[in-house]
T-cell receptor
Framework: KQEVTQIPAALSVPEGENLVLNCSFT??????LQWFRQDPGKGLTSLLL?????REQTSGRLNASLDKSSGRSTLYIAASQPGDSATYLC???????????FGKGTTLSVSS | SQTIHQWPATLVQPVGSPLSLECTVE??????LYWYRQAAGRGLQLLFY??????ISSEVPQNLSASRPQDRQFILSSKKLLLSDSGFYLC??????????FGQGTRLTVV
């Protein structure tokens, strides 16, 4: 059964810092991996999707990598801003595409 | 472009009352549809998924049921709510590339 773990659970940084959020999964037979952002009381916003055949994806200040052999993904945020404060969730799609399994998230706080 | 609508945004219901949450998707056909629940301090738990009309798979035993009466409509129901059904319910859809998109969620409080 797929399990997704995110470390750290919470992170506080000053504005301008570069930071890395970590995600690990137990079953490397995934279809893809997706990173989301969730603001308090809101739904999830898709940030980046990495297909299983890809190694990384970039969008603006965000870069996500995928290493299936080690069961790890990282989300790199460059030059963090207070508006980046949110909970970041990592999720792995099973090979059948029928279930997206989530980690518990990393809650990021960026202070100005 | 595709959009997903979920309502209501908040709901307060007494124990033992019925529940019906609705989710609709626009701008795509034959999507995979999902219901998730997010309880306080816990991760997102997959409740149901559907790959087509009338096709529902349940991931966990619970007091809830789901139905898909139309291609782009997904409904979460309960005949009698329990206190433990309180939580944040999220509907999602995915297409051929399996990128998932979520609705804005329904905050359900059972009192």
């Amino acid at each position: 059964k797929q399990e997704v773990t995110q470390i750290p659970a919470a992170l506080s940084v000053p504005e301008g810092e570069n930071l890395v959020l970590n995600c690990s999964f137990t079953d490397s037979a995934i279809y893809n991996l997706q990173w989301f952002r969730q603001d308090p009381g809101k739904g999830l916003t898709s940030l980046l999707l990495i297909q299983s055949s890809q190694r990384e994806q970039t969008s603006g200040r965000l870069n996500a990598s995928l290493d299936k052999s080690s069961g790890r993904s990282t989300l790199y945020i460059a030059a963090s801003q207070p508006g980046d404060s949110a909970t970041y969730l990592c999720a792995a799609f099973n090979q059948a595409g029928t279930a997206l399994i989530f980690g518990k998230g990393t809650t990021l706080s960026v202070s100005s | 472009s595709q959009t997903i609508h979920q309502w209501p945004a908040t709901l307060v219901q007494p124990v033992g009352s019925p529940l019906s949450l609705e989710c609709t998707v626009e701008g795509t056909s034959n999507p995979n549809l999902y219901w998730y629940r997010q309880a306080a301090g816990r991760g997102l738990q997959l409740l149901f998924y559907s790959v087509g009309i009338g096709q529902i798979s349940s991931e966990v035993p619970q007091n809830l049921s789901a139905s898909r009466p139309q291609d782009r409509q997904f409904i979460l129901s309960s005949k009698k709510l329990l206190l433990s059904d309180s939580g944040f319910y999220l509907c999602a859809w995915s297409g051929a590339d399996t990128e998932a998109f979520f609705g804005q969620g329904t905050r359900l409080t059972v009192v």
